[in-house]
C-alpha cells in the first residue's frame, strides 16, 4: 500500500468508504470556487456525520502530515475553502439543529447547517436569526463563523461573530475543544472562541456553535432613495442613525451604474425612482412593538431629512412585495454585473466618515488607469464596507482586463489604507488577497498572526497556505 | 549597584525618576485591593507618559526578566492588578483623548482615561458610550478593556469586548502593536483585538483603543416592580425583550434581602413600593426617536404584562430625580453589604432559561450549609448574571464566617456549572478566583489558555500568576 492508500483506508475505517470520495466527477464541485478564477486539487473528499468523525479525521491526517481543508457550502469569494492538495473535510453531514432555548434566545447548530435553516429555525421560533446574505440558501453556518461573514443585516445586529455565544472546535492535533456555552456574559479565561471565528479553518474546525436569537421585528419599512451625493448619503445616514437608533436595520448605497445594469440584466427589475440622481439608498426600519407600523416611525425621519435638503427622493414600499422588489435591486447586483463582462472586486472597508473621499478618489484613479472601465460601487453604507467592483470597458478582451487584477488592487487598496480602512471587510483573506495582505500589513500583526498559526497547528495541517503571506515572498 | 538598583537606573531614564515611586506610602495604593482582602508587594511603581514610555518599560523588564503588572484605576473585584513582586506599570499619565469623529461614533483614548470622562466626551458629542458600572469616576478604561468589564448597559449594548473597533497594545518582549482602526467590518486576518481585550494584562498592556459610540437615547422610563417569584420575573423579561427589542436598556434583578438593607442602610432611600413582593425587579425602557416619551412606550408593555399576571406592582419614576433613586437602590446593594457585616461573593451566569432554578437550588444549598446565613442575590438579570453574595449570620465572628469562602465557592459553583453557568462572569478571575478556574474548566480549553500565554509571553513577564491556574497545583 502507498502512502495515500493506507491514509484513505484509515479515513475509510472513521467515516465508513462511502465517505471517502476520490473520483474525479465526485471531487469536481469541492474543487471549483465562485468565481471560477482558480481550481484546486485533493487527494480526496471526507464526509464525517458528527463531531467525533471530525476528530478521527483530523487526527488521521496530522498524523500522516496531511492538510485538512474544511468546507461548509464552498460559497466563498476569496478562495479560502480552496484546496491546494490534501483532504477536504466536507461539514455537510453535521447538518443537525441540536438545540433552541427561546427563553435563553439562544440556538445550538452544528457547522454543516445551511444558513436559511438556520433563519427558519430562528422563525419558526417566533425569533430572528439576523445574519443574512446572498448566498444564504448553500452556505453553511460553519464556514459564515470561520470567515466572520457580513452580510446585509450587520448594521443593527452585528457581523457572524456578534452572533456567536459558545463554539465547539477540533483542534489540528484532534483533539475537541467543548466550549458550547450559551451566556451572555463569561470572563472565566482567555474568550477562546474568538480565535477560531474569521480564522477561516486555519486555527481549528468549527464543528458546532451557541448562536443568539434577536427579538422578531414585527413591521418593517423600506425606502428607496434617490441623493444628491455620496456626501449627501452619508449626511441622511448620520440623521437617521441618531434618531432611529438600532431601529435603522439596513442603509445600503448603490452607485448610479449599479442600478442601471439591474435595471438592463433583472428580470422583472423597475426604475424605483422616476428622475436619476447621483447616488442611491436603500434605507429598512424596523419594530419589535406590538401594533407599530414601521412606516410611521421611518416617514416624519424622512420628512426631517427632506427638509434639511439631505434627499432629492425618496419611495416608500408601499407593501412587503414592493420592499421585497427593492431589496432585490441591491441584492441582484453581484449577479447582473456579470453580464457586463468580467469584473475584479474589492471588498474594503473605511470608516464612515471617509466613505464619500474614498468613494471618490477610488472612482476617479481608477477611471484614470483605464479610460471606459465602469465602477460599479455598492454596499453596506452603514458599515463603511463598499463592493468596489470594476466592470471591464466595453468591448475590451476579458483576459486581458483580468490581467490588470494586481495593478486595480494596489491602485484601490493603496487609497483604502491611505484612509485607514481594510481591504478585506466582509470576504475575508483566504488566497486571494493573501498577497495583499502580506505586502499592507503591520509587521507586527502579521508576526503577531503567524505566531497564533504557529501555537495552534504547529504542524501546518490546517487549511495551510490560506490568510497568512508566504513568509519567503518579496 | 544590585540588580534592582540598575533596573530602577533604567526605568527611570525611560519614565524620568519622579515617575519611579519606590517609597512605601507612595507605593501603598497600588499594593491594596478594594475588598481588602489580600496585600500586594512590588520593587516599584512606574507611571510612562505615552505608549513609547510604555514599550521601553516593558522591553527593560523583559530583557531583566521582572514581572509587569498593569493597574489602570486599580477597582478590580479579583485581585487582577495585584503584584506579586516585580514592577507596577500604572497607566494613569495615558489619559488623553486622542480623537472623537462623530460620523463614525468612534472615539480614540488612551488606557489610563478615566471611564467617567470617555462618557463625558461622547455626551458633549452627543452620543452615548454605553460602559457603566459602580467605579465609573474611577475606574480607568483600559483597565475595563483588559477585563471585559459589564455593568448595567450590557443588555442593550454588550460587554465591553462589544464596544472596542481597535487597540493599541505593548507586548512582552516590548513591541508595539498598532491596532488603532475604527471600522465596523476588517476580516484581514486574525481579529488579534480579541486576545488582549479579558486577558487581564497577561499577553499584552492595552495603551490605546477605538471605542464605538451610540446614538444617545433622548428619553429613558424607569419603572421599579414587585414580582411574585424570580419564574415571574424571567417571563416578563421575555415579553419585555420581544416587544421593546433593544429599547430594553435594563432588567435588573433584586432579591427581597437585598432591598430591604438598602432601605436600613442608604441614607435618603425609600421604599419604592407599599407591599412587599417575593422578588424586585428594575426595567428602564429609552428611546432615541425625537419627541417620543419612553413612559408612553413602557407603559402599555406593562398593562399587558400585568393583564398576564405577569407582575404585582409597578411604579414608573415620575421624573429623571425619581429614576435616578430607583436606580440608586439597585446601585448601593454591594455599598450597603458592608453594613451588615462580612460578605462571601459570587459573580456568575447562567443561561437565562436556568435563572429561576439557579437562585433557587444555590440559595437552598447555601442557607442548609449555614443556618442564620443571608442571601443577597442582585444583578443584571437580564444578562444571566448575578451577584450572588453571602451575608454572614447576624452575631456569628467575621474571620469565621470568611473562612468558609472556599466551600461556598464549591457549593455555589458546583451549580452554576451544573446549569452550563461561568464561575466569572463579569468581574474576571485574577487572582482571587483562579484556583476555582483550574478545578473546574475544561483541560483542553485550560491547555489552550496556557498555550496562547506560552506563545504571547514566553518569559511569563506580564501579570504572572493571574487567570491561569499553577500547574502544579493539585
Redesign the interface.
Known sequence: MTDSSRLLASLAEHVGAAHVLVNAPDLAPYLAETRGLRRGHALAVVRPADTAEVAGVVRTCAEAGVPVVAQGGNTGHVGGGLPQGGIVLSLARLNRLRAL??????ITVEAGMVLADVQAAARDA?MLFPLSLASEGSCRIGGNLS??A?GTA?L?Y??A??LVLGLEVV?ADG?????L????????????K??F???EGT?GLVTAAVLKL????LSRSVVFLGLASAEAA?ALF?AL???????LTAFEYVAPFGLEIVLRHRAGARRPLAGRHAAYALVEVS????GEDAGT?LEPMLA?AQARGLLEDAVLAASEAQALAFWDLRESLSEVQKAEGASIKHDV??????LPEFLARATRACEAELPGLRVCAFG?FG???IHFNLSQPVGMDRAAFLALWDRFNRIVHDIVLAL??????????GLL?RAE?GRT??P???D??R??K???DPRNILNPGK??PDPTAP
Open positions: 432555548d427561546p427563553v435563553n434566545a439562544s417566533g470567515t466572520n457580513g450587520v443593527a452585528g457581523n461573530r456578534d483542534l483533539r475537541v475543544w467543548n466550549g456555552k450559551g451566556l451572555r456574559k463569561d470572563n472565566a479565561g482567555y474568550d477562546l474568538q480565535l471565528l474569521g480564522s486555527l434577536h427579538p422578531r421585528p452619508l448620520v442613525r441618531a434618531e432611529a437608533g438600532a431601529g419594530t419589535t412593538r406590538p416611525v426631517r472597508s473605511v470608516p464612515l466618515s471617509r453596506h458599515d463603511g464596507n485607514d480602512g481594510s481591504i478585506a471587510a466582509e470576504h475575508g483573506v488577497k495582505l500589513a503591520d507586527v500583526a502579521l503577531l498572526m505566531t497564533l504557529a501555537a495552534l490568510i497568512l
